[in-house]
């Protein structure tokens, strides 16, 4: 296991979450959360490359801390569709993402985690990861970095990224993580939160 230490991630982890907190919080609760993560000046002094994936982390988890669960998770998410939104924006090309949306599921959801898996940097640093595509598709991120409970971020990263470009109506559950202590977080993708064993990828 690499230490938490020396992975970096994308920017868009401490970026997209000063956003979401600057719409949805009250004024001065930025301040506070960039001053309890370690990171007063943060909103004057914003990251342009990667960064440590142990200052997206405590950022991530100052904002779980500090701001009631509900509002919290709504943070989370909000920055994690904005990180969603800012890749399709600015990383995955125009022909690539209407590929993708001509193709049906079967071909394009494997092509889109393979992508995803490519650049694992972006919200997982160094970390390995491994996915399957089955009766219910499965991502994993083996020792997550930027784990926090439910993973909130990645869920909304994942979500934005395959409703947009593989079909509207899929959503992510979160079955395992690394920051219960297991040896990793695992993403399952279904067509609405159902229990599983239901199917979709056929």
């Known amino acids: 296991m690499q230490p ?3 992975h970096h991630v994308g920017p868009n982890a401490i970026l997209q979450t000063v956003e979401a ?3 949805l919080a009250a004024p001065g609760v930025l301040g506070r959360i960039c001053t309890a993560a370690g990171m007063p000046g943060l909103a004057g002094n914003l990251p342009d490359r990667m960064v440590p994936a142990r200052d997206a982390l405590r950022l991530h988890r ?9 509002m919290a998770e709504a943070v989370a998410r909000d920055a994690g569709r904005r990180t ?23 071909l394009a959801g494997p092509m889109l985690l393979g992508a995803i898996s ?30 926090l409970p439910g993973c909130p971020w ?20 979160h079955t395992a993580c ?24 056929a």
């Open 4 to 6: 938490a230490t020396a």
């Open 21 to 23: 907190l600057q719409a």
């Open 62 to 70: 100052a904002v779980a801390e500090i701001l009631p669960p509900d």
């Open 84 to 106: 969603g939104e800012y890749i399709l924006a600015h990383r995955i090309p125009a022909p690539a993402q209407g590929l993708l949306r001509l193709l049906p599921r079967p």
């Open 118 to 147: 490519r650049h694992a940097w972006t919200f997982a640093g160094d970390a390995q990861v491994s996915w399957a595509w089955g009766r219910t598709p499965e991502f994993v991120i083996h020792d997550n970095p930027m784990a």
């Open 154 to 173: 990645h869920c909304a990263v994942f979500e934005t990224l395959f409703q947009r470009l593989v079909a509207p109506g899929i959503m992510v559950e």
């Open 178 to 201: 690394c920051a219960a202590h297991g040896p990793v977080c695992r993403f399952f993708l279904h067509t609405a939160r159902r229990p599983q064993g239901r199917t979709w990828a």
